[in-house]
Each structure stands twice: as C-alpha cells, then as structure tokens.
C-alpha cells in the first residue's frame, strides 16, 4: 500500500511539473513527502558510490532510499509521458479551466501546510519574504530563442533546481527562458538524445540542490518550512485562471475586458482540484485504516 501511495503523488507531482506556473516540489510539499525526497536525494554522494563500487548493492539500496526513489519517479515519468500532450491541448485550447484545477489543488492544501507551523513574527516575515520571492520570478516575460544542444543540459539543470523549490515550477522557467516548447517538443517526439542531455542536466542540478535545501531545512526546520509556505502562496501571482499582460482581474472583469471567462468550466475544474487534493491528503489514513480489515478478512 506504501508503495501504491508513493506512486499516486509521484503521478500528481509529474502532472504538475508539466504545467508552466506549478511545481511538483510544490505537491511534494503538500503531500508531506517533500523532506524525505530531499534526503533521499542529498543520500546519493560518494558514501553510495562506494557501497555500489563494493557491490554492496542491498546497503546502496537503502542508503539511497531506493524503493521510494523508485516508485515517486516512476510516477512523475509516467504522468509526464502520458500527460504531456493533453496538457498542451489545454494550455493552448482551455487555458483558464487547467489553471482552476491547480488554484483550487492549493486552495485545499494551503490550511493543512498552515498548521504544521507554529507561527511567530519572525516567521511570517520569512513567509512574507517567499511570497514577494515568487511574485518577482512570476512577473518574469518569455523569451524566444534557436535551441543548441549544450543549451538543454543547462536548461534541465535550472529547470529541475526550480521544481524541486516548492511554488516555483521548472515548466515556468523553462519557458521564461525559450526552453520550454523545445523540450516539450523532445518529449511528444521521443528524441532521444536531446532528453539524455536534459536529464544529465537534471541530476546535475538536483544533487547540487537538494542538499542545499536539506541542509537547511536540517538546521533552520521552521524557518524553512514558513519561506516556503511563502513561495507557496506567492505562486498563485502565476497560476491565477483570469489574468493577461501580467494584470489580474476577477472572473466578470475578465469576461467584460479581456476574452469569456470560461467560468462553468473553470467551476468544476475547481471542484475537481478540491476532490483530487482531499483524496491525495487523506489517502495515506484511508490505505492504512483499510490494510487492518483486508488482513483480517484473509486471516478469516
């Protein structure tokens, strides 16, 4: 059932990491797994190499996390791969009803992330702080450019430091920089080595990383988790259904202004965010209340 958990939010987390404005970092975070898919990460140095060089495969295994290294990302690489073009439909065709989706997946999640802090002053300047962080990065315009190849090892060492950052997504960065359409392209057409020069940029930049932000939230914890719960926050500056030329509006303003809101749909597409994150946040206590019952049905 474990296994089956850490494969259901690694799909979330790939859905996510698609989509310009939302990270899977930021669905980690929410889901509670964010500081164990740091550590896991932070785990693969040279004390690895050397139980892997010694064929110590078993203790490489668990020093690494292994299993649920293998599981989160096996998720986020189906969702990716299997998600990528339908996500792009939506992106050009029903813009507004997608980013509903993901708005209301972190409506859901933000009193839930709220609680586990004990709040201070100083903490809701660092919380102030991430949101002011992430609005800056949101205000960022695109670009366009001619893709070389060096150009997707550096794009996915950037890309993946912003997704693992939760409320920054490497999707949106990617697309900042002109990367983005490129890469998705690579994707939608399997081209090869275009993706091993993206991925080797990837691991790159998420070993760097990640230990940067595990030792952090290893010796600043709260501290940490409040900026992040900032960033968090300031990310809807992105992902807002109703906005164009970097101004928000409400929905009917939108629809006076701009173009149709597109509103009934971005409604259900709302609702349907609500559902998904109360089934992701409370699926762990409903597989574990569940196990008890299916093993005593066995024992019967």
Not at 260 to 271: I, K, T, W
Request: aromatic share 12%.
């Amino acid at each position: 059932m474990q296994y089956l958990q850490w494969i259901i939010k690694g799909l979330a987390m790939g859905a996510a990491d698609v989509v310009p404005g939302v990270s899977g970092g930021t669905l980690a975070f929410i889901l509670g797994i964010y500081e164990r898919l740091l550590a896991a990460i932070s785990s693969c140095n040279l004390q690895a190499l050397q139980l892997l060089s010694r064929g110590r495969l078993q203790a490489f295994w668990r020093h690494i996390d292994g299993t649920f290294l293998l599981c989160l990302f096996g998720g986020v690489l189906a969702s990716i791969f299997s998600l990528a073009g339908l996500i792009s439909y939506f992106l050009e065709q029903r813009p507004i009803p997608l980013w509903a989706l993901f708005c209301a997946l972190i409506v859901t999640a933000l009193p839930h992330l709220c609680r586990t802090l004990r709040w201070t002053l100083w903490r809701l300047v660092l919380c102030a702080l991430g949101i002011a962080f992430a609005v800056l990065v949101g205000m960022l315009t695109p670009r366009e450019l001619e893709p070389q190849a060096w150009m997707f090892f550096v794009a996915g060492a950037v890309a993946i430091c912003a997704m693992i950052l939760p409320g920054i997504s490497g999707s949106f960065i990617l697309l900042m920089s002109g990367m983005y359409a490129p890469v998705l392209l690579a994707v939608t057409q399997l081209q090869v080595g275009i993706l091993l020069l993206f991925m080797l940029g990837c691991i790159v930049g998420l070993l760097s990383f990640s230990r940067l932000l595990n030792w952090l939230l290893g010796h600043y914890h709260d501290a940490s988790l409040a900026l992040l719960i900032g960033v968090v926050i300031g990310a809807f500056y992105r992902i807002w259904p109703w906005q164009s030329a970097q101004q928000l509006y409400w929905p009917w303003q939108y629809a006076r202004e701009v173009a149709p809101a597109d509103a009934v749909a971005a409604f259900a597409s709302a609702v349907l965010g609500v559902v998904i994150m109360l089934l992701l946040l409370n699926m762990e206590k409903w597989l574990k209340t569940s196990a008890p019952v299916s093993g005593q049905r066995q024992a019967d």
